[in-house]
């Protein structure tokens, strides 16, 4: 029989992780032209798209563990409300006046002049990323309602909403942003889709964690639990045992899947800051261009996710896929190294390949060795961990791509290699 939680419907879940999705990437096409318009560069690039995971990091691990104790409903609600908030303050930043407060000479890396829109968007991307452990709980929060045999599944769902935003959003942005109102179009587009998001978490969301999957766990050797007496107390957070960032570290696996983890996003995301800089510079695309980029990407991540996922499942396990993904990741990089448009292209579809077959497999193994009680605990962790990755790959994506250009992409290839390599372990576990 099918545990209540196991039948919590999915969609919500999806739409909510969709619109989030989408929300962010709307950005994606025209931020690093907007970081030039302001006198910024590869660096200042960087350090925008690093300041959202540098505060992720502070915060995705007591967001997880509070979902945890109070509920993964209370907290998703919290974190989009701290979404909004940051678009609220994207969308001043476009409208103060354009007043230089200072200026830094990085000797190697120019001039950077700060003005105030630019110091707006920084803080709009720190309150974003303090409350951002969106992602972690909505795992977590999928992990609850995943049972052993579609847990595979649910994930590769959730990669295919978050693909769906990714084409969405880009597109979209690409359109919006090339009326004559720029870049405040998008930008009120996303805080219209962060107040919809609450909506359909305050509305439409159930909680995941019910009285047949309790937050709180009685302690062992109570009268209660000697003489198996069941209380409501039993089923109330009125004394929880309150899960510990170090009980992550002590459970079996764990503590290599987090090394994967981080070396997963440290690869793409010296990736992620470099692109952009590069597409804009050398390969001259315009905001619309980048955008069909990102959205043709996405598309081709929703069918491999969708079907080729499945039908890969039903041949391989789950470790064994992602041995698979990670080595097409790594020639994939090497490929961006190129500025031909048939490599480019045929980068574009290793990527989606290895990316679709890798992440939800790999994200499957984590969910399965974190547990019940430690779930959201382990996702929060993940999420640090992850976040602190993405602030050393996207700070030196930025600083090498004005070093070496191009050839940043071959230490994401390196780096992605590594994984593969390492991920042989993941058949002996």
């Known amino acids: 029989m099918i545990s209540k939680e196991k039948r919590t419907p999915i969609f919500p879940l999806l739409l909510v992780n969709f619109i989030g999705t989408l929300g962010f990437s709307i950005v994606l096409p025209f931020l690093v032209f907007l970081v030039m318009k302001f006198g910024g560069n590869a660096v200042v690039y960087s350090l925008l798209a690093a300041t959202y995971p540098a505060f992720q990091l502070i915060g995705a691990p007591i967001l997880g563990r509070w979902s945890d104790i109070y509920g993964r409903k209370k907290v998703l609600l919290l974190s989009n409300t701290g979404t909004a908030i ?11 006046p354009f007043e230089e407060t200072f200026s830094i000479n990085l000797i190697s890396f120019g001039t950077i002049v700060v003005v105030v829109p630019l110091l707006f968007i920084f803080f709009a991307r720190a309150i974003d990323g303090i409350t951002g452990g969106n992602i ?32 969405l959003g880009p597109a979209l942005a690409g359109i919006l942003a090339g009326t004559v109102y720029g870049a405040i179009l998008p930008v009120l587009a996303a805080l219209l889709l962060s107040l919809v998001t609450l909506f359909v978490i305050g509305f439409l969301l159930r909680e995941s964690r019910t009285k047949s999957n309790p937050i709180v766990i009685p302690e062992e050797g109570t009268i209660r639990k000697i003489f198996a007496q069941e209380c409501k107390d039993c089923y109330e957070p009125v004394s929880p045992i309150r899960p510990k960032f170090r009980d992550v570290f002590k459970l079996k696996h764990i503590s290599f899947l987090l090394v994967l983890y981080f070396l997963i996003f440290l690869g793409f995301n010296v990736y992620y800051a470099s692109f952009p ?15 069909i980029f990102y959205a043709v ?22 470790e064994k896929l992602v041995i698979l993904g990670s080595i097409i990741l790594a020639t994939n990089f090497v490929l961006f190294f190129s500025n031909n448009i048939i490599s480019i292209s045929l980068a574009v579809v290793l990527f989606a390949l290895g990316n679709g077959l890798m992440w939800p497999s790999f994200m499957s193994i984590l969910s399965k060795r974190a547990g019940t009680v430690l779930q959201g605990a382990v996702q929060g962790v993940a999420g640090s961990v992850g976040g602190l990755a993405s602030i050393i790959g996207l700070i030196a994506g930025g600083v090498l791509y004005n070093l070496i250009g191009g050839a940043t992409f071959l230490i994401s290839a390196a780096v992605i290699f590594s994984v593969f390599v390492m991920s042989f372990r993941l058949l002996r576990t």
């Open 297 to 318: 990407l996405s598309g081709i991540m929703v069918f491999i996710q969708g079907p080729v996922l499945r039908k890969a499942l039903k041949k391989f396990s789950e």
């Open 277 to 291: 800089t590069h597409a804009a510079s050398e390969l001259k695309w315009s905001v619309t261009q980048l955008g």
């Open 86 to 96: 940051g678009w609220i303050l994207f969308l001043v930043a476009l409208v103060v």
């Open 136 to 167: 972690s709980v909505a795992n977590a929060y999928l992990s609850d309602i995943s049972s052993d045999e579609n847990r595979s599944k649910n994930f590769g769902k959730m990669a295919i909403s978050s693909n769906l935003g990714f084409i």
